[in-house]
């Protein structure tokens, strides 16, 4: 008899080839008080991509979100009976629907589509991890308090901590934790520098119309821009690149636009 995982994935495959319903939600933590700056950043992003890709969903805000993800990160949405989490896998559930962002581009756009995602995934992703785990400024002013706000005592110490050792461990596992604090900045801005020359004076990364590059791109830009730390480095160096933050006022503009139409 085939495992509950195994039953759920056909499921999903199946359900993914449904029409997109009216009561898709995508589940995230409380922006106010609670979510930080990686997880703001990919709920943006994923966002973004459904807006992008005319759908309708509805944001609904969990304590627990995190812990209700079927990947242990958010966000996820819930289409019918399926739960997705993450932009590429959810990505991937909306072009079973015969939705894409990425149909007018060749095979080899696509790979480098993909090439530049990882490029964000895994530098700003992991240098914004990084900072606001790994520095001890960052984690007591910013981290630990809003990670733990939404939690009673002694729950609101024990829980930060308990992340902040997982987050430790993966980073060390990856070859981050060791950085310096300038280096983690060197990788960024080379990753800023890699966006920027693919960018040069288009509107989006590939084409006349957004991808899903462009919506990952957007989710960090802004967030780092508009979240406030202790320093102000991190902003510094990302909006260091004008084209980068062009491009993101650009899509904050075709964003607002889109629900505007939707409401």
């Known amino acids: 008899m085939p495992s509950g995982l195994v039953v759920d994935s056909w499921n999903c495959e199946v359900g993914g080839q449904e029409p997109w319903p009216d009561d898709v939600q995508l589940f995230q933590p409380y922006e106010t008080e609670q979510i930080l700056l990686p997880d703001m950043a990919n709920c943006l992003a994923v966002q973004a991509f459904l807006k992008m890709c005319h759908l309708k969903f509805s944001v609904a805000y969990r ?6 993800s079927p990947s242990g990160r958010v966000p996820f949405i819930k289409c019918g009976a399926c739960l997705v989490s993450d932009l590429e896998p959810i990505a991937s559930f909306v072009a079973n629907k015969g939705i894409s962002l990425t149909s007018h581009l060749d095979p080899t756009q696509k790979s480098d589509m993909r090439a530049y995602m990882s490029l964000v995934n895994n530098v700003l992703g992991n240098a914004e991890n990084y900072l606001i785990w790994c520095d001890n400024d960052t984690y007591t002013n910013i981290t ?3 990670y733990g706000s939404v939690h009673p005592f ?9 992340r902040r050792q997982t987050v430790i461990k993966r980073l060390r596992a990856l070859g981050w934790y060791e950085k310096s604090l300038d280096k983690v900045y060197d990788e960024i801005d080379r990753a800023c520098n890699a966006l920027s020359e693919r960018l040069e004076k288009a509107d989006y990364f590939f084409g006349d119309t957004p991808t899903e590059l462009d919506a990952l791109v957007y989710g960090h830009i802004f967030t780092i821009i508009t979240t406030p730390l202790p320093t102000n480095r991190l902003a510094s160096v990302v909006t260091s690149y004008q084209n980068l933050r062009d491009h993101c006022i650009r899509i904050e503009k075709m964003l607002f636009n889109e629900e505007k139409k939707q409401n």
Request: glycine share 0%.
């Open 63 to 68: 304590v627990n979100a995190e812990d209700m």
């Open 144 to 146: 630990k308090p809003r």
């Open 154 to 162: 002694p729950l609101n110490h024990i829980l930060p901590y308990s």
